[in-house]
């Protein structure tokens, strides 16, 4: 187990390139830390460098608060997990995950003994003698994992480890990944552009946006109380509902003049947020407060997800109802929210404003 210290990192390539702009991290002994963002957001070279697979261009990288900036990747004593295995196809499985300790010299008795260990472990003690042609994918995955954790780690490092897995394969190998994390109790950063993932496996969240660092929390803190419109429409399923409106000493007013409550007694230009699971359809007209005008649906059976937009506009919007809800296309539907699940942005900066 370790802690893992970023302060003030960065990444320049020699064209000129900036792929991660000063970013500032402290990860806790045995913490799941999750890396998530889009494409080209720098989340895998930030791991790179962590692995020592990067040069670091500024700041200082601390393990267990050593400094690692110059050190090879074999100094570092972390494990990482590649989305594509990385394993060696002429091998057994037995013999992939104990090349790492034959390599240190590890006495074979001893070999035997973890590698069968860790293989009860991960269900592959029945798959030792086979290649890893003879696999499924996820059966590969954790012989990679398994290939990580017999060497005892400080930290383990994930690159996208699910991607290459269908979504039923995905579903369990995430919860594998997360029993074993917290079985293991070790330090653990992840990489993922998928926020489902991101949200179900993390202690902590760090979202990323173009090499800078968007915001670092909870998962639940991150949902709740995103601190950038970019935060706002990244982590959610489905994504939160944004529209300009303007703030009007204790009124969001929309393009269509109707309007939501909000503590904010400022006057301007702002972006509300509004996220699908939170807004309802209401029968009572004492109620209503927006407006939502519908133009397809969608069954997943438990829910029903309602696309639209906000009435008399062309501001796209979002609704997600429990049950089987019959919804005519074209109808209007009168909606309610509750006033402390709103979320204000300013119109320019796109950061988080008061509502409360």
Do not use: W
Request: charged share 25%; net charge negative; aromatic share 4%.
């Amino acid at each position: 187990m370790a802690t893992v210290t970023l302060d003030q990192i960065s990444k320049v390539y020699p064209n000129g390139f900036k792929a991660i702009h000063g970013v500032d991290l402290a990860i806790n002994d045995g913490e799941m830390i999750v890396l998530v963002g889009p494409s080209g957001c720098g989340k895998s070279t930030l791991l790179r460098m962590i692995a020592g697979l990067e040069t670091i261009s500024g700041g200082t990288l601390s393990i267990d608060e050593q400094r690692v900036n110059e050190r090879e990747p074999g100094e570092r004593d972390i494990a990482m997990v590649f989305q594509n295995y990385a394993l060696y196809p002429h091998m057994t499985v037995f013999n992939n995950m104990a090349y790492g300790l034959r390599n240190r010299g590890v006495p074979k008795d001893e070999i035997e003994k973890t590698v069968n260990d860790v293989a009860q472990m991960l269900e592959l003690d029945h798959l030792l003698k086979r290649r890893p042609s003879q696999l499924s994918g996820g059966q590969r995955q954790r012989v990679a994992m398994g290939r990580a954790i017999v060497r005892r780690p400080k930290a383990f490092l994930f690159d996208e480890p699910l991607s290459n897995l269908d979504a039923k394969l995905r579903v369990q190998m995430r919860l594998e990944i997360k029993k074993l994390q917290r079985n293991l109790n070790t330090t653990a950063v992840y990489v993922t552009h998928d926020q489902v993932e991101a949200m179900t496996l993390a202690d902590r969240l760090v979202v990323l946006n173009g090499g800078d660092v968007e915001q670092i929390g909870s998962p639940l803190e991150v949902y709740d109380e995103p601190q950038s419109l970019f935060v706002a429409t990244f982590i959610g399923s489905p994504s939160m509902n944004i529209i300009p409106a303007k703030l009007d000493g204790g009124r969001i007013v929309f393009d269509n003049g109707e309007t939501l409550p909000t503590t904010n007694t400022e006057v301007r230009d702002v972006v509300a947020g509004l996220r699908p699971e939170h807004l309802q359809i209401t029968d009572n007209p004492d109620e209503k407060m927006i407006s939502m005008t519908v133009t397809l649906t969608e069954s997943l059976g438990a829910d029903l997800l309602i696309y639209g937009v906000l009435a008399g506009t062309t501001h796209e919007m979002t609704l997600r109802v429990e049950g089987h809800v019959k919804i005519e296309d074209n109808a209007t539907l009168p909606l309610t929210i509750s006033e402390s699940n709103i979320h204000l942005f300013d119109k320019d900066t796109e950061k988080r404003l008061p509502t409360r």
